[in-house]
Nanobody, 121 residues
Framework: QVQLVESGGGLVQPGGSLRLSCAAS????????MGWYRQAPGKQRELVAT???????NYAESVKGRFTISTDSDKNTVNLQMNNLKPEDTAVYYC???????????????WGQGTQVTVSS
C-alpha cells in the first residue's frame, strides 16, 4: 500500500503565509513527480505546482512568485510554502504523487485526502 498524508492547512488573513506538507509512505520503489492541486467550491481541480526529480519545478501563473514547492532530502515529502496569500487562494489543496510501488510494474497517481486553506479577514 501507498499513502499520502497532508498537513498544514488552516485559516489565514490576506497577505499571510502557510506551509503545506505531504509525506508519502508505504511500498514505494521510486517517485517521479510530486505536486499540489487545489479545488475551490464550484470549480474544477487545478494544478498549483509540481516538482520532478527533486528539482524541476512548474507553477500555475496565478501563484508564481508567491508559492514555492520543494522536497525534503528523502524525496518522499513535498512542501508548499505559500506567501502573500489572497482570498482567491481559498480551496481544498490536494497532494499528488506519481509513484512506482514495489508491487507494480508501472507508475500510478496517488492522492492525499485534501487539506482546507481559507484566506479571509
Amino acid at each position: 500500500q501507498v499513502q499520502l498524508v497532508e498537513s498544514g492547512g488552516g485559516l489565514v488573513q490576506p497577505g499571510g503565509s502557510l506551509r503545506l506538507s505531504c509525506a508519502a509512505s508505504g511500498s514505494i520503489f521510486t517517485i517521479s513527480v510530486m505536486g499540489w492541486y487545489r479545488q475551490a467550491p464550484g470549480k474544477q481541480r487545478e494544478l498549483v505546482a509540481t516538482i520532478a526529480n527533486g528539482d524541476s519545478t512548474n507553477y500555475a501563473e496565478s501563484v508564481k512568485g508567491r508559492f514555492t514547492i520543494s522536497t525534503d532530502s528523502d524525496k518522499n515529502t513535498v512542501n508548499l510554502q505559500m506567501n502573500n496569500l489572497k482570498p482567491e487562494d481559498t480551496a481544498v489543496y490536494y497532494c499528488n504523487a506519481r509513484i512506482l510501488a514495489t508491487f507494480r510494474v508501472r507508475y500510478d497517481d496517488y492522492w492525499g485526502q485534501g487539506t482546507q486553506v481559507t484566506v479571509s479577514s
